[in-house]
């Protein structure tokens, strides 16, 4: 994910232009915590540690684990998203974004002011989060959410997967802010209207993850492993990705106590992340003796 982001700067620099690239949620989503391991222990240097004085794993709460899981993946993101912007670059930005014009079904899609681009919107809304101003980061998607909601055709083609892509990052700001309940109907939405786009549902792991960690943290056991289930079911079995899937679906069977599935899930989450890594490791050994 890490390596993927990075990459992601030098692609949306080459899409400057008037027009809105088709390829943009490449570089445009925010990752999604919900596909971060949730953590079986707690994260001590977390400061709200500092003042519980747990005695086991046991007694953490659910919405701690998520908070911890959370923590986690905004670390990890913050290390690699470090653009510099001034906060006038986005009150500009907010103040005259203005409307979103669609020319035909299948035509350009564009600001109608032209000065504004999508990849200046996605740099001034990093540069926030980079500075961990959260709130000011969601103000900014949200008059972006404002400006594809006045296209005559915010349902359709880029528009639509504009907004869909749009609620993601909403929703993955108010995760970041562990703001579980305002992060809930983005990303209902969010993937309700990617479903709606394509037909289907497949392809969506980190929006049905992300909707696991929600219910999670919530409260809402049964909702949470249903999402982490589909999003194993729609993960094809790639390694790490699975492996910290059905780790999440463990923490939710121990919640709803179901030992048995606890077990088994954990088990297997280890064995994914571990042929994953050794997979990784024989592929260096390789390119090292080719060399």
């Known amino acids: 994910?890490?390596?993927?982001?990075?990459?992601?700067?030098?692609?949306?620099?080459?899409?400057?232009?008037?027009?809105?690239?088709?390829?943009?949620?490449?570089?445009?989503?925010?990752?999604?915590?919900?596909?971060?391991?949730?953590?079986?222990?707690?994260?001590?240097?977390?400061?709200?540690?500092?003042?519980?004085?747990?005695?086991?794993?046991?007694?953490?709460?659910?919405?701690?684990?998520?908070d911890d899981a959370v923590e986690l993946a905004f670390s990890d993101y913050s290390c690699i998203c470090n653009i510099e912007g001034d906060e006038a670059d986005a009150d500009i930005i907010k103040r005259s974004m203005g409307p979103i014009i669609a020319d035909g079904d299948h035509g350009s899609v564009r600001f109608a002011n032209a000065s504004i681009h999508l990849t200046g919107i996605s740099d001034a809304a990093m540069a926030l989060i980079s500075r961990r101003d959260l709130h000011d980061a969601i103000e900014v998607y949200n008059t972006l959410l404002r400006s594809c909601q006045t296209s005559k055709r915010n349902n359709l083609g880029i528009v639509g997967r504009l907004i869909a892509s749009t609620l993601h990052n909403l929703c993955v700001l108010h995760l970041w802010n562990q703001e579980y309940d305002q992060a809930l109907p983005y990303g209902r939405e969010a993937l309700r209207i990617k479903t709606e786009l394509v037909g289907d549902d497949s392809g969506y792991v980190s929006l049905w993850a992300n909707l696991g960690l929600i219910n999670y943290a919530m409260g809402s056991f049964q909702s949470a492993l249903g999402a982490f289930r589909k999003a194993v079911q729609l993960s094809s079995r790639e390694g790490h990705l699975t492996g910290r899937l059905l780790n999440n679906m463990g923490c939710v069977s121990f919640e709803l106590g179901k030992w048995p599935l606890v077990e088994s899930q954990l088990m297997q989450s280890l064995q994914m992340q571990k042929g994953a890594s050794s997979s990784y490791t024989d592929a260096d050994d390789m390119l090292s003796s080719a060399g």
Do not use: M, Q, Y
């Open 1 to 66: 994910i890490v390596s993927s982001l990075a990459g992601s700067k030098s692609a949306a620099a080459s899409n400057f232009g008037s027009n809105i690239p088709s390829d943009f949620a490449s570089w445009f989503e925010l990752p999604s915590p919900g596909l971060t391991c949730i953590p079986l222990l707690p994260l001590w240097n977390v400061s709200l540690r500092n003042s519980i004085g747990f005695s086991d794993s046991i007694d953490i709460s659910p919405r701690h684990r998520a």
